[in-house]
């Protein structure tokens, strides 16, 4: 049994140490915002936050998570209103298939947590994850809106 | 010296193309002579299953109006990312002077009324610039054919092609019933009445009603079957850019993919395919895995003419079940294949180059005398490897069997194959098989296949009352794909002294997508008599005055399956023909850009599309050291795509820095729809130029996952400008596909500008 938070309420779940944080997200809470696509740490469509740090979560055992705090998707939104990134994904339409999209709002969301107005390569460097479709460039300038109105 | 030309079939072919076209025609003509007057109407009256709640009203096949007000349209064709939950209701809503904020999608259910009729009539080996009447003919009875058969289907850029004449239809046949319900309800002439933003207005009294107001009654009335569509001149909605009505749920995490159905009693599968294309099961021992925690069965799944033999771990959870598969001990026979690799392929593909088995697509005037003796003579070979589709979200089913019937859940291209299929696979009538579609992560065409439904309903049907759910990890994916074809491709051109091309040779070499999908989906039927235009597309209907010309092409059969690959045959054609044409420009001593527009004169969309490109990317403006430019036009499904790509060479490699895009699709009816599928396409296009290749050694793929099978991230994302050219609804094109043919012509005629090397093989390697 592993106890930890999600989403700011308690869990514990009664799953294999290794069955990596993705699925317990997915099978055993029923959260399924936070999406398969690698397997491998390599697309970033799976990532969390686990104590407010972007993490891909199809690799991060559950036993590894005893004790943390980890955010999903699904615990974006505040007050009933949304997160200022996902509006800003509103504004600049960014989606489109939007399979990829929980993972990558949630690793800008981080980015823009440590560095409230990051530079182009920051963010070359930190929104590694992969979207089929290409929406990068409407990520960007959402990334890019969003930095102007905290700069 | 260049090699003699490969010598061409007999003319026999031809006449042999004729017949068969021919029998098409008088089977399709039959068809419209049986359907014709029943079909008209049918695209407006309901199907029976169409169902509503009590205080919904169905007005036509494709409307339903809520006594609040809300307009819920029926979309028949699948969201994967292009928008069409957007663009299909926009058609309706246009028609019904509805206000948009209260417009709302819901997936269509599968009954003939919504099939897609437009994917079969581009399908026929015609030129699309072909006015004959043999072309023409063969067109609408393909069309007719596509209507009669009724197969729901999302591809070849044709959602908002077909949709324009029903939904348009639908929506101003809806709004005559409301205006009349309006005129009964006020007691009033229906002439005096006027409709703005879903509200019905007779301004001599002031008297309104809302169409929530209105719906119910509307609906007791005759669907009238005479009602026309508004002149494009009075458009309101269409052209505009309203927000897309899928984003919101795809930005908190509440938008339902096939694998986010969750089911009571619902258990997961784990599935090892034959590692060999066509090998089988020999044995296995699933001991270990049985005794695994959560595990409730370790079965095997016999290959079928859609789907490879496997080995399936079922469990409680997922990762139960993917933990016992790697507990499984496996021995495959892996069949004839085993031996097969890519350098054999390739090498075998050198040789065809020069083979006696061809079919002309595309002949006019005589190469012969041109290759005679001419002042110069340009020849090039060129090659592409396999693609996968690496859809972001990895293939997955969920299907339950019971009593006779069964129930399917999946991201598919086409809900109506998945009905026969799941009916072949469980062994019942399709009629008893319920599909449901939810959001595609990602299609490409390659949720076009059948392979996991055959495999998913297979299970379910050994499991009765329990749903399943099949997961492919994304290894399964990448070496268990449909690809895009290798091909290879040979030219020989002629100029003339003042750098006019008087003969075009082009030979290309590869398997059929539409052969292969058809013998995987219709054994009986596969037969290489049918010519598969979707091989030469983009070589065998240039746009450029090309007077003496050759276009054929080369059948392959191999083992490795291959399908549609988002733009298809274009996606290698057009950045052969377009880096070859480049070629043709450099030996005549002329600007790239000038030469293609020189052979554009009788052309004026094209030349529009391409001269647009050229300004907005600065076409003349100097660059900086080390940077390229490089430009390449296509017309694909119907509308014309120009670009320019700017291109520098760092550490060895290419660093694409900016592409101008200009695209006609005849009328952008969402323009940031438009937008957002020329970036996509774009960058789907660059990630082949950049990196694509699946290769086979010992009869398997050799790449598994994101690291050995790259994409495109943001950090390589150049600055992607598109301009937009509307030069008429009557010109309308597809917009999903388009994008991706010019991108690799286009970076790659660049670095020829910055390296002096040309690129004939993809990926790039400098």
Same mark, same amino acid.
């Given at each position: 049994?592993?106890?930890?938070?999600?989403?700011?309420?308690?869990?514990?779940?009664?799953?294999?140490?290794?069955?990596?944080?993705?699925?317990?997200?997915?099978?055993?809470?029923?959260?399924?915002?936070?999406?398969?696509?690698?397997?491998?740490?390599?697309?970033?469509?799976?990532?969390?936050?686990?104590?407010?740090?972007?993490?891909?979560?199809?690799?991060?055992?559950?036993?590894?998570?005893?004790?943390?705090?980890?955010?999903?998707?699904?615990?974006?939104?505040?007050?009933?209103?949304?997160?200022?990134?996902?509006?800003?994904?509103?504004?600049?339409?960014?989606?489109?298939?939007?399979?990829?999209?929980?993972?990558?709002?949630?690793?800008?969301?981080?980015?823009?947590?440590?560095?409230?107005?990051?530079?182009?390569?920051?963010?070359?460097?930190?929104?590694?994850?992969?979207?089929?479709?290409?929406?990068?460039?409407?990520?960007?300038?959402?990334?890019?809106?969003?930095?102007?109105?905290?700069? | 010296?260049?090699?003699?030309?490969?010598?061409?079939?007999?003319?026999?072919?031809?006449?042999?193309?004729?017949?068969?076209?021919?029998?098409?025609?008088?089977?399709?003509?039959?068809?419209?002579?049986?359907?014709?007057?029943?079909?008209?109407?049918?695209?407006?009256?309901?199907?029976?299953?169409?169902?509503?709640?009590?205080?919904?009203?169905?007005?036509?096949?494709?409307?339903?109006?809520?006594?609040?007000?809300?307009?819920?349209?029926?979309?028949?064709?699948?969201?994967?990312?292009?928008?069409?939950?957007?663009?299909?209701?926009?058609?309706?809503?246009?028609?019904?002077?509805?206000?948009?904020?209260?417009?709302?999608?819901?997936?269509?259910?599968?009954?003939?009324?919504?099939?897609?009729?437009?994917?079969?009539?581009?399908?026929?080996?015609?030129?699309?610039?072909?006015?004959?009447?043999?072309?023409?003919?063969?067109?609408?009875?393909?069309?007719?054919?596509?209507?009669?058969?009724?197969?729901?289907?999302?591809?070849?850029?044709?959602?908002?092609?077909?949709?324009?004449?029903?939904?348009?239809?639908?929506?101003?046949?809806?709004?005559?019933?409301?205006?009349?319900?309006?005129?009964?309800?006020?007691?009033?002439?229906?002439?005096?009445?006027?409709?703005?933003?879903?509200?019905?207005?007779?301004?001599?009294?002031?008297?309104?009603?809302?169409?929530?107001?209105?719906?119910?009654?509307?609906?007791?009335?005759?669907?009238?079957?005479?009602?026309?569509?508004?002149?494009? !001149? *009075?458009?309101? %909605?269409?052209?505009?850019?309203?927000?897309?009505?899928?984003? &919101?749920?795809?930005?908190?995490? @509440? $938008? /339902?993919?096939?694998?986010?159905?969750?089911?009571?009693?619902?258990?997961?599968?784990?599935?090892?395919?034959?590692?060999?294309?066509?090998?089988?099961?020999?044995?296995?021992?699933?001991?270990?895995?049985?005794?695994?925690?959560?595990?409730?069965?370790?079965?095997?799944?016999?290959?079928?003419?859609?789907?490879?033999?496997?080995?399936?771990?079922?469990?409680?959870?997922?990762?139960? !079940? *993917?933990?016992? %598969?790697?507990?499984?001990?496996?021995?495959?026979?892996?069949? &004839?294949?085993?031996?097969?690799? @890519? $350098? /054999?392929?390739?090498?075998?593909?050198?040789?065809?180059?020069?083979?006696?088995?061809?079919?002309?697509?595309?002949?006019?005037?005589?190469?012969?005398?041109?290759?005679?003796?001419?002042?110069?003579?340009?020849?090039?070979?060129?090659?592409?490897?396999?693609?996968?589709?690496?859809?972001?979200?990895?293939?997955?089913?969920?299907?339950?069997?019971?009593?006779?019937?069964?129930?399917?859940?999946?991201?598919?291209?086409?809900?109506?194959?998945?009905?026969?299929?799941?009916?072949?696979?469980?062994?019942?009538?399709? $009629?008893?098989?319920?599909?449901?579609?939810?959001?595609?992560?990602?299609?490409?065409?390659?949720?076009?296949?059948?392979?996991?439904?055959?495999?998913?309903?297979?299970?379910?049907?050994?499991?009765?009352?329990?749903?399943?759910?099949?997961?492919?990890?994304?290894?399964?994916?990448?070496?268990?794909?449909?690809?895009?074809?290798?091909?290879?491709?040979?030219?020989?051109?002629?100029?003339?002294?003042?750098?006019?091309?008087?003969?075009?040779?082009?030979?290309?070499?590869?398997?059929?997508?539409?052969?292969?999908?058809? $013998?995987?989906?219709?054994?009986?039927?596969?037969?290489?008599?049918?010519?598969?235009?979707?091989?030469?597309?983009?070589?065998?209907?240039?746009?450029?005055?090309?007077?003496?010309?050759?276009?054929?092409?080369?059948?392959?059969?191999?083992?490795?399956?291959?399908?549609?690959?988002?733009?298809?045959?274009?996606?290698?054609?057009?950045?052969?023909?377009?880096?070859?044409?480049?070629?043709?420009?450099?030996?005549?001593?002329?600007?790239?850009?000038?030469?293609?527009?020189?052979?554009?004169?009788?052309?004026?969309?094209?030349?529009?599309?391409?001269?647009?490109?050229?300004?907005?990317?600065?076409?003349?403006?100097?660059?900086?050291?080390?940077?390229?430019?490089?430009?390449?036009?296509?017309?694909?499904?119907?509308?014309?795509?120009?670009?320019?790509?700017?291109?520098?060479?760092?550490?060895?490699?290419?660093?694409?820095?900016?592409?101008?895009?200009?695209?006609?699709?005849?009328?952008?009816?969402?323009?940031?729809?438009?937008?957002?599928?020329?970036?996509?396409?774009?960058?789907?296009?660059?990630?082949?130029?950049?990196?694509?290749?699946?290769?086979?050694?010992?009869?398997?793929?050799?790449?598994?996952?994101?690291?050995?099978?790259?994409?495109?991230?943001?950090?390589?994302?150049?600055?992607?400008?598109?301009?937009?050219?509307?030069?008429?609804?009557?010109?309308?094109?597809?917009?999903?596909?388009?994008?991706?043919?010019?991108?690799?012509?286009?970076?790659?005629?660049?670095?020829?500008?910055?390296?002096?090397?040309?690129?004939?093989?993809?990926?790039?390697?400098?």
């Amino acid at each position: 049994m592993v106890s930890f938070t999600v989403n700011a309420q308690a869990v514990q779940v009664d799953a294999e140490p290794d069955t990596p944080l993705l699925w317990v997200l997915r099978d055993y809470l029923n959260l399924t915002g936070t999406k398969f696509g690698c397997g491998v740490a390599a697309c970033g469509a799976c990532t969390v936050h686990l104590d407010g740090q972007p993490s891909r979560s199809c690799v991060v055992p559950v036993s590894a998570c005893e004790g943390k705090e980890v955010t999903t998707i699904e615990g974006l939104a505040h007050d009933g209103g949304l997160h200022p990134v996902q509006q800003a994904w509103i504004d600049h339409q960014v989606p489109q298939c939007g399979y990829c999209q929980s993972g990558m709002i949630m690793a800008v969301v981080a980015l823009l947590a440590a560095k409230a107005n990051p530079s182009e390569d920051d963010v070359a460097a930190a929104i590694t994850n992969v979207c089929r479709c290409g929406t990068y460039p409407r990520v960007k300038r959402a990334i890019r809106a969003l930095a102007s109105t905290t700069a | 010296m260049p090699s003699a030309l490969p010598t061409p079939a007999k003319p026999r072919s031809k006449w042999r193309r004729r017949f068969l076209i021919t029998a098409g025609v008088i089977g399709g003509a039959m068809a419209v002579g049986l359907w014709r007057l029943y079909r008209e109407r049918d695209r407006l009256t309901p199907p029976a299953p169409l169902r509503a709640r009590e205080s919904e009203a169905i007005l036509t096949a494709w409307i339903k109006i809520a006594t609040d007000g809300r307009v819920v349209v029926q979309v028949p064709r699948q969201e994967m990312g292009q928008g069409v939950m957007t663009a299909l209701p926009m058609l309706v809503a246009e028609e019904l002077d509805a206000d948009f904020a209260q417009v709302h999608f819901e997936q269509a259910l599968v009954d003939p009324v919504y099939a897609n009729a437009t994917l079969l009539g581009d399908g026929v080996p015609f030129r699309p610039d072909d006015e004959s009447w043999l072309g023409a003919i063969a067109r609408v009875s393909q069309f007719k054919v596509g209507e009669v058969l009724g197969v729901m289907a999302t591809g070849g850029s044709t959602s908002v092609r077909d949709a324009w004449e029903p939904m348009r239809r639908a929506g101003a046949t809806a709004r005559a019933m409301l205006l009349q319900a309006a005129a009964n309800k006020l007691g009033v002439a229906i002439t005096e009445c006027t409709v703005s933003k879903g509200i019905v207005e007779h301004a001599r009294s002031g008297r309104r009603a809302g169409f929530g107001e209105l719906a119910l009654e509307a609906a007791r009335l005759p669907i009238p079957s005479d009602v026309a569509p508004k002149d494009p !001149a *009075r458009f309101t %909605l269409l052209g505009q850019s309203p927000q897309r009505l899928d984003i &919101p749920v795809k930005v908190d995490g @509440t $938008a /339902q993919f096939g694998m986010d159905v969750r089911l009571p009693n619902m258990v997961y599968a784990a599935i090892a395919q034959c590692p060999v294309f066509g090998g089988s099961l020999k044995s296995f021992n699933g001991d270990k895995a049985r005794a695994r925690p959560g595990v409730k069965g370790v079965l095997a799944l016999p290959a079928t003419s859609t789907s490879a033999a496997a080995v399936v771990a079922i469990a409680q959870h997922y990762w139960q !079940a *993917r933990s016992a %598969l790697a507990e499984i001990e496996i021995s495959w026979d892996e069949g &004839p294949n085993a031996a097969h690799n @890519t $350098a /054999q392929q390739r090498s075998r593909y050198e040789s065809l180059l020069a083979s006696d088995e061809v079919r002309i697509y595309d002949e006019a005037g005589s190469i012969d005398t041109a290759f005679a003796s001419p002042p110069r003579l340009l020849e090039a070979d060129y090659f592409v490897p396999y693609l996968a589709h690496a859809t972001m979200e990895p293939i997955n089913c969920t299907a339950v069997v019971r009593d006779g019937s069964c129930e399917v859940w999946v991201g598919n291209q086409s809900p109506t194959l998945v009905q026969w299929y799941a009916a072949k696979a469980a062994g019942i009538d399709s $009629a008893n098989v319920t599909v449901h579609t939810p959001f595609l992560g990602g299609g490409f065409g390659r949720r076009a296949e059948m392979d996991v439904v055959m495999q998913t309903v297979m299970l379910a049907a050994k499991l009765p009352d329990t749903p399943v759910q099949l997961i492919w990890s994304r290894e399964e994916d990448i070496q268990h794909d449909v690809y895009r074809p290798m091909a290879m491709a040979k030219f020989r051109a002629a100029l003339d002294s003042a750098g006019n091309v008087t003969a075009w040779y082009n030979r290309i070499v590869g398997q059929s997508c539409t052969g292969g999908l058809t $013998a995987r989906l219709l054994p009986a039927a596969a037969s290489d008599a049918m010519k598969d235009k979707t091989n030469v597309d983009g070589a065998f209907d240039l746009p450029y005055a090309l007077p003496n010309r050759k276009v054929e092409h080369v059948l392959t059969h191999e083992p490795v399956p291959v399908g549609f690959w988002r733009s298809v045959g274009h996606s290698y054609n057009a950045f052969f023909t377009e880096c070859f044409l480049d070629e043709c420009a450099d030996a005549a001593g002329q600007d790239p850009y000038e030469f293609r527009r020189a052979l554009l004169k009788e052309r004026p969309r094209h030349w529009t599309v391409l001269e647009t490109a050229a300004r907005k990317a600065g076409w003349d403006n100097s660059l900086p050291p080390g940077v390229g430019r490089g430009i390449a036009l296509a017309e694909s499904f119907h509308t014309i795509v120009a670009q320019v790509a700017e291109v520098e060479v760092r550490d060895n490699a290419p660093v694409v820095r900016r592409i101008v895009c200009a695209v006609d699709c005849g009328f952008a009816m969402h323009p940031d729809i438009v937008v957002a599928q020329m970036e996509s396409g774009i960058l789907f296009g660059l990630t082949a130029a950049l990196f694509g290749e699946i290769t086979l050694e010992q009869g398997r793929v050799q790449q598994s996952n994101f690291p050995s099978y790259e994409m495109v991230r943001l950090a390589q994302t150049p600055e992607i400008e598109v301009h937009i050219v509307n030069s008429g609804v009557e010109h309308l094109g597809g917009i999903g596909e388009p994008g991706t043919p010019p991108v690799a012509p286009a970076v790659c005629n660049a670095l020829f500008a910055v390296t002096g090397k040309r690129i004939r093989e993809l990926p790039i390697r400098l």
